[in-house]
């Protein structure tokens, strides 16, 4: 529970300094800020793994009420529909693409790295 | 109606009670059918029963608002896999950040220009340009880019299916097989839904691909929040 407690803060935290005129949104602050304390040994992993573990993997069950929302605005997506059906599949593709190619390109050689890290493990 | 007939503080419990196991059984129907993404199959089976039911979204989401709450602890929650996979990345780490970034870049581009080619408004290009990173961070980007939130969050949904149903296959094609290249482009397009969905095939992938979404959420806020500057500077409200 103690993990919950400690992300929760950090979420307020954001929230907090967004509303006091920090241009960035008030989730990418509690990131920032709650991956600094782990960083800085502020905030102890040991602590935290298991909530933030437990959040992340089970994300998709988080979406799911949004994604029955999208239902009660069809008439809003659908007068802009295929403008944005297109902008979506094109810049999917190409986010896809340029990210997938430059890390094929830029991180193939760390392998070796963290494969002799694990065996040190 | 059984709803109705319950206590009011009943009624969340209920409809969080059938969202958690119209989940469970995507995720079973998942391990049969690979192709079946639990958001998909889970959204489809929740809308009929609501349909069927006669529940309204609006007496849902007095359940379903508490799920989406969580999103916000849940993006915080990212840092865990950040710090895990920096450390692990050390070396790489400047290398990952480049690939966002120009990953983030070109998809903002691609995403406001093609919006704009097809004619769309400008509330909706703007819309258009955060739909690549995770709900809450593009949801509070669209609103500081006076874009539709409801618009860019339907965006960020379909992309993020989209791109996993599609992605894995897609870089395959593309001969892009490493672990890490893989959960770099899974996580810059297509944020939590494809990263959750990596994790079920292999830890590495995810971990990676956690990193980068998060790196990507980092970064499309800070190139939105420098568009505002500039618009602010140059005076105009357009583009």
């Known amino acids: ?121 | 109606m059984i709803h109705s007939s319950l206590h009011p503080l009943a009624q969340p419990a209920l409809y969080i009670l059938i969202t958690l196991v119209v989940y469970a059984l995507s995720l079973r129907l998942h391990n049969r059918y690979s192709w079946l993404h639990p958001l998909l199959s889970a959204s489809i089976v929740l809308v009929f029963l609501l349909r069927t039911l006669h529940i309204s979204y609006a007496s849902y989401n007095r359940g379903g608002a508490v799920l989406i709450y969580l999103l916000g602890p849940a993006t915080v929650a990212l840092g865990v896999p950040m710090f895990k996979q920096g450390i692990k990345l050390k070396r790489a780490l400047p290398r990952l950040s480049l690939v966002v970034l120009a990953g983030s870049i070109v998809g903002m581009a691609t995403a406001g220009c093609v919006a704009r080619l097809c004619g769309a408004s400008h509330q909706m290009v703007m819309s258009a340009l955060p739909k690549s990173v995770t709900t809450p961070i593009a949801v509070e980007v669209s609103r500081s880019l006076h874009g539709d939130p409801a618009v860019t969050a339907a965006m960020v949904l379909l992309t993020g299916l989209l791109g996993s149903v599609l992605g894995p296959a897609l870089l395959r094609l593309a001969r892009v097989h490493h672990d890490h290249a893989v959960g770099a482009a899974i996580g810059a397009s297509s944020h939590a839904i494809g990263t959750a969905s990596l994790f079920r095939y292999s830890e590495v992938q995810g971990s990676v691909s956690s990193l980068a979404m998060a790196m990507a959420g980092i970064i499309t806020s800070a190139l939105a929040m420098l568009l505002t500057l500039y618009w602010r500077v140059r005076g105009a409200g357009g583009l």
């Open chain 1, 1 to 121: 529970m103690l993990g919950f407690v400690i992300i929760v803060a950090f979420e307020f935290l954001g929230i907090g300094l967004h509303h006091l005129g920090v241009p960035l949104p008030s989730s990418v602050l509690g990131l920032l800020l709650f991956t600094l304390a782990l960083v800085l040994g502020l905030v102890r992993l040991e602590w935290v793994e298991r909530a933030a573990t437990l959040l992340i993997r089970h994300m998709t069950l988080l979406f799911i009420p949004l994604m029955a929302g999208l239902t009660t605005m069809t008439s809003e997506l659908r007068r802009n529909g295929v403008a944005l059906l297109a902008s979506l599949v094109a810049s999917l593709l190409a986010v896809l693409l340029t990210t997938g190619g430059l890390a094929h390109l830029l991180l193939r050689d760390d392998e070796i790295a963290e494969i002799a890290e694990i065996s040190v493990e």
